[in-house]
């Protein structure tokens, strides 16, 4: 593809974002409400809240395939169409169009548009505890995160004050309360294995889960309707996301200048001032090139494409890439696994039901390594993530024998209660986890193609053969039949929880940022996706990301006041 | 040799040599299909579905188009493997109608339909599960279990299934957590 060498449009802002999801959504709102004029670049399409989401409110039969994906779906996106549906697809890239390499099998998931993936996040919403931040330095693995609990406690109360984040607080250190709305309801079966792990089990409870769907009525939005239907996009705004929340709060301020198909390919870098001075990009439609310049820049293109950026991005200050004087971009890539759980039938409560479909399950917080001392074949922990249910027909297809007029009747009434739970676990961040750029192939805009090399360890292997032991083990108390254990064991990815490849840490030699998201090399430039995280801890992470947004926008625009950049 | 290792090679015989038939069957199998030989068994497709979900007191899997839905995924969300195996289970299910009762299935009375559905229901797949793995990853899922598991879904997530077959709650708006079953209650529609 042609790409013009010619520089349009010259113009400059106070700060630009580069990426709209989650984390830069939160920049951008932070950064116009502050009053200063934001330029919020998006490589994808705009997605409008509401009038973009086509199917949010279509019925099961107006899929004509129903729930299956078609096999041109399965031949060009390989990848994706193993996460989308035909009612979310339009919310995930090709495969096709937008190829990666896989050094070994990694499952990379994306969504290119305005809002990103927090269109379709899975909306838990968990703070990390001094555990999880003191952990690497206790330990001695990788580096030491430069700050402590305290440090982000008041932003997570923030974040979620914005947010609106249903939860029941449980006055646990390794998982601290929030700021919560009323939480959802636990149903029968979940309660009755709450009540039996209460009773059988030291220092594990089960909890409903905590997220970012409304139990009331909440910055012009929601509540949340019970129909479990929110990738499709929110049509009462029930859930957070970018589009329904922190774009349009941006909008409001009149500071926000929005730039969908945007494909930032470089960040510029002043050799006077020594910090970057703005950003190119191509225009993926007409494929012009346009630089941007900036007093300030955040980069929230989330953690794989934020690394691939920087490590495009060399001038002769930084010949392997922007701010990587340690060496460590794009390495200690992590992501969650959560592969690993058992299922169980229940006999009792089959005269209950429930009615809604409540867009969350349950959560059993970490109960492993709390201390020093204990005695595992793994370090750090995991909390478990599950649900229970009558099982209905999507379930029974496969059990039920027979067909007739009696099949039918078993086929559409509610069989036994049914729990699924699967630990989310930490992984920890290894050097050889890691994004390059390839050297030769390129994607269609010249672009030098993302190469993951990716694999879970022995630590995480452990972890998971802990997983199904526990979790089969807390069914078989409370009186389950029928348990199975399982590892889905699903590539790097599958979580969808990439982190690390720009990492906080004290020392500029062994890290990308500051305590304050703040890039080392470039103290004009802060990076508060997924990238910066020094450690996963075992908690979904997007509420931290917001967290760190959040703060940094409070710590550059000081800082900008005051002249120091 | 004692008994159990015995019993145990001659599976694993058994089962190679399952898998080299497959190998040819694989190939026969992977074949395109053209859709218009799909599309002429509609009608079947449609008498099949029913007998599997009848018209009770709430509507059956006719009434419901099942077969339309079924063909459409078969085409379109199926590989060829797949198609093939499911165009010869229906071949293999007409034949059985005329060698046993001298008409197609279509001709037959309902008592009739039931027993070759039975006959089919009990002869899908082998009695390994070894084997029985082995042969869906090759050849597709046989033929009567893709049949039974289409006319589910396509009922279950038809309007008429949806709504009368089982309990749609289009807007639920609360969630009540707990609450005691009802008489005749139906299961939700959606999870």
């Not at chain 2, 839905?69 to 379109?76: D, E, H």
Request: a neutral charge; charged letters at 25%; one cysteine or more.
């Amino acid at each position: 593809m042609y790409i013009s060498d010619k520089i349009k449009n010259q113009q400059s802002y106070d700060a630009i974002v580069i990426g709209s999801g989650i984390s830069g959504g939160w920049a951008a709102m932070e950064l116009c409400k502050k009053g200063l004029k934001t330029l919020l670049l998006e490589r994808g399409r705009d997605v409008k809240h509401i009038t973009d989401y086509p199917t949010a409110t279509l019925n099961p039969w107006d899929f004509k395939f129903g729930y299956n994906n078609t096999n041109k779906d399965r031949e060009i996106d390989p990848v994706q169409s193993s996460a989308y549906g035909p009612a979310d697809k339009h919310f995930y890239v090709s495969d096709a169009e937008h190829p990666y390499i896989q050094e070994r099998p990694f499952h990379w998931y994306r969504g290119y548009q305005v809002g990103g993936r927090s269109l379709t996040w899975g909306r838990q919403c968990y703070r990390l505890s001094d555990l999880d931040f003191m952990a690497n330095m206790k330990e001695g693995i990788a580096v030491d995160w430069p700050i402590r609990y305290k440090d982000i406690a008041p932003w997570y109360s923030y974040a979620e004050s914005h947010i609106g984040v249903s939860g029941q607080r449980e006055n646990l250190s390794q998982l601290p309360d929030g700021e919560f709305l009323t939480p959802m309801e636990l149903n029968c079966i979940e309660k009755h294995l709450g009540e039996s792990i209460k009773k059988n089990e030291q220092n594990r409870l089960l909890t409903i889960a905590r997220v970012a769907n409304l139990t009331r009525g909440w910055d012009s939005r929601g509540p949340c309707q019970n129909r479990n239907l929110c990738s499709r996009g929110c049509p009462f705004g029930g859930y957070f996301s970018s589009n329904s929340s922190t774009i349009p709060a941006a909008f409001a301020t009149g500071n926000l200048t929005l730039r969908p198909h945007s494909i930032v390919t470089e960040i510029l870098f002043d050799d006077q001032k020594q910090k970057a001075k703005g950003v190119r990009i191509i225009d993926a439609l007409t494929n012009e090139v346009h630089e941007f310049y900036s007093k300030i820049i955040f980069v929230n293109a989330s953690t794989i494409p934020t690394a691939g950026l920087l490590l495009n991005s060399t001038s002769s200050r930084f010949p392997n890439g922007f701010g990587n004087d340690s060496d460590q971009i794009g390495h200690n890539l992590m992501d969650h696994h959560s592969n690993a759980g058992a299922y169980g039938v229940h006999d009792k409560y089959t005269d209950q039901y429930y009615k809604g479909r409540r867009p969350s399950g349950f959560l059993i917080p970490r109960f492993r390594n709390l201390t020093d001392n204990e005695n595992h074949s793994f370090k750090r922990g995991y909390n478990i993530q599950g649900h229970g249910e009558r099982r209905e027909w999507m379930d029974k297809s496969q059990s039920l024998a027979g067909f007739g007029k009696d099949f039918k009747a078993q086929l559409t009434t509610p069989g036994p209660w049914t729990v699924w739970m699967a630990g989310w676990g930490e992984c920890l961040p290894y050097y050889k986890n890691k994004v390059t750029l390839d050297s030769d192939l390129k994607d269609k805009w010249d672009q030098p193609l993302l190469k993951i090399d990716f694999s879970f360890e022995e630590n995480e292997n452990k972890m998971m053969d802990d997983i199904k032991q526990t979790s089969a083990d807390m069914l078989e108390k409370a009186g389950f039949k029928d348990i199975s254990i399982f590892n889905y064991n699903k590539p790097g990815g599958s979580t969808i929880h990439e982190m690390g490849t720009a990492r906080m840490g004290n020392d500029p030699k062994t890290s990308v940022l500051n305590r304050f998201n703040q890039m080392h090399g470039a103290k004009n430039v802060f990076i508060t996706d997924g990238s910066c995280m020094t450690s996963s801890a075992s908690q979904n992470p997007s509420l931290t990301y917001m967290a760190l947004t959040a703060r940094a926008c409070q710590f550059a625009f000081d800082q900008l006041k005051n002249g120091h950049l | 040799m004692n008994r159990r290792t015995y019993i145990k090679n001659s599976l694993i015989f058994g089962t190679l040599g399952l898998a080299s038939f497959s190998a040819f069957k694989w190939f026969e199998f992977s074949k395109q299909i053209d859709p218009k030989t799909l599309w002429d068994k509609k009608e079947l497709i449609g008498e099949l579905a029913e007998v599997i979900i009848p018209e009770t007191d709430t509507p059956g899997a006719k009434a419901a188009s099942v077969n339309v839905y079924i063909i459409n995924v078969l085409l379109n969300c199926t590989d060829a493997k797949q198609q093939n195996k499911f165009l010869t289970g229906l071949d293999d299910l007409e034949n059985y109608s005329i060698d046993k009762y001298g008409k197609t299935f279509l001709k037959c009375n309902l008592t009739e339909k039931d027993a070759i559905v039975e006959h089919f229901a009990d002869h899908s797949g082998y009695s390994n599960r070894l084997i029985n793995k082995i042969n869906n990853k090759l050849l597709g899922e046989p033929f009567y279990s893709k049949l039974r598991n289409l006319t589910i879904e396509g009922y279950c997530l038809s309007q008429l299934g949806a709504t009368q077959g089982l309990a749609y709650d289009y807007i639920p708006g609360k969630f009540e957590s707990c609450i005691p079953l009802q008489k005749n209650q139906k299961s939700w529609a959606t999870k």
